[in-house]
């Protein structure tokens, strides 16, 4: 098994997501919709895990507070995700393309 460290695994999601984008934009499926959300999650839960780890030191701020700020990551992280498979299970879908073939009322 091939061990990764955290900014290769960054980098291998990246690339992964623009083509889970694709699929999604052309195939809009619960499948695709579900990976693209959790892809989407993880990448964004890893980006705000560095800032937080990087701006929010405990030599600033009492010791606590990144420990704090940390798992408020967790659960802003987690209820996007919740409200993402929301969207997805109610069939409003969070794909684009439903988005552009959307046409305005007359």
């Given at each position: 098994m091939v061990h990764l460290t955290p900014m290769n695994a960054k980098r291998v999601l990246s690339v992964i997501l623009l083509g889970i984008f694709l699929?999604?934009?052309m195939f809009s499926s619960q499948a695709d919709d579900t990976l693209s959300a959790v892809s989407i999650?993880?990448?964004?839960?890893?980006?705000l895990k560095v800032t937080v780890t990087d701006y929010v030191h405990p030599i600033l701020f009492e010791a606590a507070v990144p420990k704090i700020c940390h798992d408020l990551l967790l659960v802003v992280s987690a209820t996007n995700l919740e409200g993402q498979f929301y969207f997805i299970h109610n069939d409003i879908s969070i794909a684009i393309r439903k988005i552009w073939l959307t046409k305005p009322k007359p």
């Amino acid at each position: 098994m091939v061990h990764l460290t955290p900014m290769n695994a960054k980098r291998v999601l990246s690339v992964i997501l623009l083509g889970i984008f694709l699929v999604a934009l052309m195939f809009s499926s619960q499948a695709d919709d579900t990976l693209s959300a959790v892809s989407i999650v993880i990448h964004q839960y890893w980006v705000l895990k560095v800032t937080v780890t990087d701006y929010v030191h405990p030599i600033l701020f009492e010791a606590a507070v990144p420990k704090i700020c940390h798992d408020l990551l967790l659960v802003v992280s987690a209820t996007n995700l919740e409200g993402q498979f929301y969207f997805i299970h109610n069939d409003i879908s969070i794909a684009i393309r439903k988005i552009w073939l959307t046409k305005p009322k007359p």
